[in-house]
C-alpha cells in the first residue's frame, strides 16, 4: 500500500521509448488475434497467432512463465472475466471472448486487453462490451498532469456503475514499467482527488472488469488460473498501458 500523496516513478524519454515499442507489439498482437477470432477457432491457435508477432518484433512475453502460465495470452470466454488458459476450446458463434497479452522490449513491459463478439451476437453482450470500451475511455480521459490516481477509479466506475455491471474488487490495473505489475493498484473505483498525483511521465495499466450480472463476485477455477463470474454471467475486461503525457493521456498500446 502507498502512502497518499507518495509520488509515482517517472519514465524519462528514452525509457518512454522502449514503452512505445513494447506497446506497439502488443497492440500488434492485439490486431492479429483480433483478425483470427472467428467461430470455429480454438482459443489456442490465438496463443500461436501472438506467438508470431512477439517473434517477428523480437520481443519476449510477459504472459508466458509468470507464477508458471503455461502461455502468452490470457483467452477468456463469456462467463470468463480473467486468466482463461489458451486450450483447444472452439470459439463458437455469438460468444465473447476477451484477450489479455503483453510484450517486453529492452527490459520494458507494455500490456493490454480488449474484449470482442465472436460472430454476431447478441444486444447484451454487445452493449456489454462496449459499456467497457467506454469505462477504459473515462478512466484514460482522467490521466492528465495534475490529477489523482483516484480520478481514474471514479471515472471507471461512474460508467459501469450507471450501466448497472459489477466489477470485482480484487482484481484491477496496476503500475507498469520494468516489471509487468507494479505499484501502485489502479483500482476501478476511486474518489476524486484522492492517491498520489498523476504527473507526466507516470505510466499505468488500466484495467475495467465488467460482470453483466451486476454482482462483485467472482471465483476462481480448478486450473488455478481462471476467474470466472460467481452468477455465471458474461464478463468483459479491457485495458490499455497509458502514459501521462505533459498535455494529456498517451494510449502506448494502440496502433
Ligand atoms: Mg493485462
Ligand atoms: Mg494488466
Redesign the pocket.
Known amino acids: 500500500m502507498r502512502r497518499r500523496g507518495a509520488s509515482l516513478p517517472r519514465r524519462s524519454d528514452d525509457q518512454l521509448r522502449d514503452m512505445r515499442a513494447a506497446g506497439h507489439v502488443v497492440a500488434e498482437m492485439h490486431e492479429a488475434i483480433r483478425a483470427a477470432a472467428r467461430p470455429g477457432v480454438r482459443t489456442l491457435a490465438l496463443d500461436a497467432v501472438a506467438r508470431e508477432v512477439l517473434s517477428r518484433r523480437n520481443a519476449t512475453s510477459n504472459f508466458l512463465g509468470y507464477h508458471g502460465f503455461p502461455a502468452v495470452i490470457?483467452a477468456s470466454v463469456n462467463d470468463e472475466l480473467i486468466h482463461g488458459i489458451p486450450s483447444g476450446r472452439i470459439l463458437v458463434e455469438g460468444d465473447l471472448l476477451s484477450v489479455?497479452?503483453?510484450a517486453i522490449i529492452n527490459g520494458w513491459h507494455g500490456?493490454?486487453?480488449f474484449s470482442m463478439a465472436i460472430g454476431s451476437t447478441s444486444p447484451q453482450t454487445l452493449r456489454l462490451i462496449e459499456t467497457a470500451e467506454r469505462a477504459l475511455a473515462a478512466g484514460i480521459w482522467a490521466m492528465v498532469p495534475g490529477g489523482h490516481l483516484g480520478d481514474i477509479g471514479a471515472a471507471i466506475d461512474e460508467v459501469v456503475s450507471l450501466a448497472g455491471y459489477g466489477s470485482p474488487h480484487d482484481y484491477c490495473g496496476h503500475g507498469i514499467g520494468q516489471a509487468m505489475h507494479e505499484e501502485p493498484d489502479v483500482e476501478n473505483r476511486g474518489r476524486r482527488g484522492r492517491g498520489p498525483m498523476l504527473e507526466p511521465g507516470v505510466v499505468l495499466?488500466v484495467?475495467p472488469m465488467l460482470i453483466a450480472g451486476g454482482i462483485d463476485d467472482v471465483h476462481e477455477l480448478d486450473d488455478g488460473w481462471t476467474i470466472v463470474t460467481a452468477d455465471g454471467s458474461l464478463a468483459a475486461h479491457v485495458?490499455h498501458t497509458v502514459l501521462v503525457g505533459a498535455h494529456g493521456p498517451e494510449i502506448l498500446t494502440r496502433l
Open positions: 490470457c489479455d497479452c503483453g500490456d493490454a486487453a495499466a484495467e485495458e
